[in-house]
């Protein structure tokens, strides 16, 4: 397994450096083609008016949008320029999360900026929540302070469920260059240590099946927001640059919630982190 294809997300009003940084490294390393999206639509104003007055305010807003929209195919084309693949760039006037779910078929790998606790506007930005949920690819965070793709130390946040098994089968590509590899799981309770070692035992078994040599750690018992505090401590221990996690969250009243765990891994600002649902 390998990516050809890197699609990454850009977003109007935020930094796109970051993200467009790793997107590239994440191409040159694989030798694959890399898509640069963009979608936005204009918000009219909470105080509206009608008429040819109303007109001109959709145009002249409209018209911006699409000016902001041409200055992110600059960036994107600047970015990629030397990177010596193929480089595709993909916009249009739309909900950024619809626009960027429909491009996804033709990609193995999404790269996004990450996201504040903060209110995000769906008008001008697709929010790694929904990438991540609805996709059907893994999606690669990348915070505004990061400035490259670290592999020296990836940590795969292990939980013997669908969703981390698939994010780890999505991560071969990236574990395959890594140095060093650690698993770490986080017991629920009133889980039985010894089964939960022999999970992670057997992860790591399977990947060095698939030429990865990873160490295995189950930490204390834990629950609720505790385990995200316990799995930064880890990633801090083993100096990771990568974590590597199944997303988990579930749909009320038609919005995306996240579970505690991958809410933080969204929004944390340290590292870079790969996420499958």
């Known amino acids: 397994m390998t990516y050809a294809t890197v699609m990454v997300s850009l977003a109007l009003d935020q930094s796109n450096e970051a993200r467009l940084q790793v997107a590239g490294e994440l191409a040159e390393r694989f030798e694959a083609a890399i898509v640069g999206v963009a979608a936005a639509q204009f918000a009219p104003p909470l105080y509206f008016t009608d008429g040819a007055n109303a007109q001109a305010v959709i145009e002249e807003g409209e018209a911006s949008v699409k000016r902001r929209l041409a200055d ?5 084309r600047a970015a990629t320029k030397n990177r010596g693949g193929r480089a595709e760039w993909r916009s249009a006037m739309d909900f950024p999360a619809r626009f960027a779910l429909a491009q996804a078929r033709c990609a193995d790998i999404l790269v996004s900026g990450g996201r504040s606790p903060a209110f995000s506007d769906a008008f001008a930005l697709a929010s790694p929540k929904d990438l991540v949920m609805q996709a059907g690819r893994p999606l690669l965070v990348v915070p505004d302070q990061v400035n490259w793709l670290d592999l ?20 071969l590509p990236l574990l395959r260059k890594a140095q060093e590899v650690t698993i770490a799981a986080i ?91």
Not at 152 to 171: H, I
């Open 72 to 76: 992110l195919e600059v960036q994107f």
């Open 152 to 171: 020296r130390s990836v940590l795969v946040a292990w939980k013997d469920t669908p969703e981390a098994r698939r994010a780890v089968a999505d991560a």
């Open 187 to 277: 017991p629920e309770r009133d889980d039985d240590r010894e089964v939960v070692m022999a999970g992670v035992t057997d992860v790591a078994a399977w990947l060095a099946r698939h030429g990865v040599t990873a160490s295995a750690r189950v930490c204390e018992s834990s629950r609720g927001e505790a385990a995200a505090a316990q799995l930064e401590k880890v990633a801090g221990d083993v100096g990771a640059g990568l974590i590597v996690a199944g997303a988990y969250g579930h749909s009320r009243f038609r919005e995306l919630i996240l579970g505690g765990v991958t809410q933080h891994l969204v929004t944390q600002s340290a590292r870079s982190v790969l996420l499958s649902h």
